[in-house]
């Protein structure tokens, strides 16, 4: 199971939230841009993780939210 879909699903059976993402930044040219994007549960920001797309980004602020978490 990829980050995202583990944990949507802990977090809505131990908190019952669904995570939410969030652009944090943006840098870079076009061709070559970098995000940053946070993983929320309520307005709470979990984790951060950074990538050269927006999923990838996603992916790995999810990572880093079930670290955090100890899920």
Do not use: C, N
């Amino acid at each position: 199971m990829d980050p995202k879909s583990r944990f949507q699903e802990v977090a809505q059976e131990k908190v019952g939230v669904t995570p939410t993402y969030q652009v944090i930044s943006e840098s870079g040219p076009d061709h070559d841009k970098k995000f940053v994007v946070g993983v929320y549960l309520s307005d709470e920001l979990i984790a951060r993780g950074d990538g050269f797309s927006k999923q990838e980004a996603q992916r790995q602020a999810a990572q880093k939210g079930l670290e955090v978490k100890g899920w």
